[in-house]
């Protein structure tokens, strides 16, 4: 009797562990097809009229207004690093085939070991930077930036094995699970127009801006990172291969960030410029660093505000569109 009691307990528990996994495969299909089904979302695809896509990080993202600057669509993120800024690049030009122009970001930090890698490899950063990608990222990518940290499992769990982990933070994918229309601000990699309401100028930001970028604590410049030089290529050899004009532009800065931008970073910059130049054909460097604007159209040291950003859109798109030399310096 006693036997045949634990014979129906094992039997009851093995019956609910099975049930269990069944909901937890089940439920992991739906996630990775909700996974899926966003990618191929239409929300990716603008209209004709958008020929030119603003891409990279916060500089762009601040200074050019697609409102001013027209068939533009800006979907540039701030701390948005080259391999992010290619992969997502990469997805929206499949989606948007008719777009005949890139506009990147490429300022001395872009390239900046110390900056551009900490959103790759230093959890503090990570922790926001990798889910928000991990969707747009080739295995290669993933692999690359598999390390043991709390977001890349959570990642991985999620978006390999469907796993509903933090499902609060992807509410995109529940939108597509339910068959709902989703929206820009749904995505978030999408990126988009920052526009900046106030200016904020303060001569203690140029200090603290130029350690963040270049130095991170340590004593001395850390370098250029070669893997932003090699996803740079890679951008640029994609555009190329498309038949896509790409425009490396470096936005205005501060005048005392400007002056203070160490000659080591500078010649950095000036060698991976004059190599990118020259092994791409249909590449336009715009140099908008020392651009005449007064404090007020700054937000920050590095950044525009709405009342730049409309007046740089302008001067932007007539150079843009209106053609011109190959090099604006």
């Known amino acids: 009797m006693q036997r045949e009691k634990k014979r129906c307990i094992m039997v009851r528990h093995a019956l609910f ?8 495969l089940l ?12 990618l191929a979302s239409d929300v990716f695809r603008f209209g004709p009229e958008v020929q030119t896509l603003i891409a990279g990080d916060s500089h762009s993202a601040s200074s050019i207004d697609p409102a001013i600057f027209p068939g533009a669509a800006n979907i540039a993120e701030p701390s948005e690093n080259y391999l992010f800024t290619y992969y997502k690049l990469r997805h929206f030009l499949d989606h948007n085939p008719g777009v005949e122009r890139v506009i990147l970001a490429f300022s001395y930090h872009s390239s900046a070991r110390v900056f551009a890698e900490r959103y790759l490899f230093d959890e503090r950063f990570t922790a926001q930077s990798l889910p928000r990608y ?9 692999r690359l ?5 709390r977001s890349y499992l959570v990642s991985w769990l999620k978006y390999e094995l469907g796993l509903p982990l933090e499902i609060h933070r992807s509410g995109y994918l529940l939108k597509a699970a339910l068959g709902r229309p989703l929206h820009r601000d749904d995505i978030p990699f999408f ?5 900046g309401s106030t200016s904020n100028v303060k001569e203690e930001q140029v200090a603290a801006t130029l350690e963040r970028h270049y130095f991170g604590g340590a004593p001395d410049y850390r370098g250029t990172s070669p893997l932003m030089v090699d996803y740079l290529h890679r951008i640029a050899q994609m555009c190329s291969e498309r038949g896509v004009a790409l425009y490396l532009f470096n936005s205005p800065l501060y005048p005392e960030y400007l002056d203070r931008i160490p000659d080591p970073v500078r010649n950095d910059f000036e060698r991976l410029r004059s190599a990118i130049l020259d092994s791409y054909a249909d590449i336009t460097y715009l140099d908008y ?5 007064e404090g007020d159209y700054f937000g920050d040291v590095t950044h525009l505000n709405a009342r730049g950003a409309e007046r740089l859109s302008r001067i932007l798109a007539e150079r843009v569109y209106g053609g011109g030399v190959r090099s604006e310096e």
């Not at 439920?27 to 966003?38: I, N, P, T």
């Not at 930036?145 to 940290?149: D, I, P, V």
């Not at 990126?191 to 526009?195: D, F, I, L, R």
């Open 17 to 24: 562990a099975a049930i269990g996994l069944a909901l937890i």
């Open 134 to 142: 991990y969707p747009v990222l080739s295995r290669e990518a993933r």
């Open 27 to 38: 439920l992991s299909a739906v996630v990775r097809q909700a996974g899926e089904k966003a």
């Open 289 to 293: 660093t020392a651009f005449p604007l």
């Open 191 to 195: 990126g988009g127009y920052h526009a």
């Open 145 to 149: 930036l598999r390390t043991r940290s």
